[in-house]
């Protein structure tokens, strides 16, 4: 059982950056993958971003593509979203999954932390 815990999220303008942190605690945390989704209102959940364990590999949403950066610290029991050149279309409840694999789908995820939110103004 893994409990997962995000952060650093709010309110910031068009172009802005921010860092979100995920927490987890309770298990293996290393041993998972991990990913980042998005849930605009009226939206469904959408895949931000994920990476293995290892951070080997790392997969983005096209829509994120080169102005977001997905890390962890597995000995820190972390992991990261780094989103720059924010857009109004960014603004969304953040959420943070650990699972066997870094999918898009959000069926693939085990546990779930429970979001924090971002507003990008225009």
């Known amino acids: 059982q893994v409990e997962l815990a995000e952060s650093g999220g709010g309110l910031v303008q068009e172009g802005d950056s921010l860092r979100l942190s995920c927490a987890a605690s309770?298990?293996?945390?290393?041993?998972?993958?991990v990913g980042w989704f998005r849930q605009a209102p009226g939206k469904e959940r959408e895949f931000v971003a994920g990476?293995?364990?290892?951070?080997?590999?790392?997969y983005y949403a096209e829509s994120v593509k080169g102005r977001f950066t997905i890390a962890r610290d597995n000995d820190k029991n972390m992991a990261y979203l780094y989103m720059n050149r924010l857009k109004s279309e960014d603004t969304a409840v953040y959420y943070c999954?650990?699972?066997?694999?870094?999918?898009?789908?959000?069926?693939?995820?085990?546990?779930w932390g429970q979001g924090t939110q971002v507003t990008v103004s225009s």
């Open positions: 990476t293995w364990w290892s951070e080997s590999t790392t």
């Open positions: 309770g298990g293996p945390f290393r041993n998972y993958a």
């Open positions: 999954a650990a699972g066997s694999w870094p999918r898009r789908s959000p069926d693939e995820y085990d546990y």
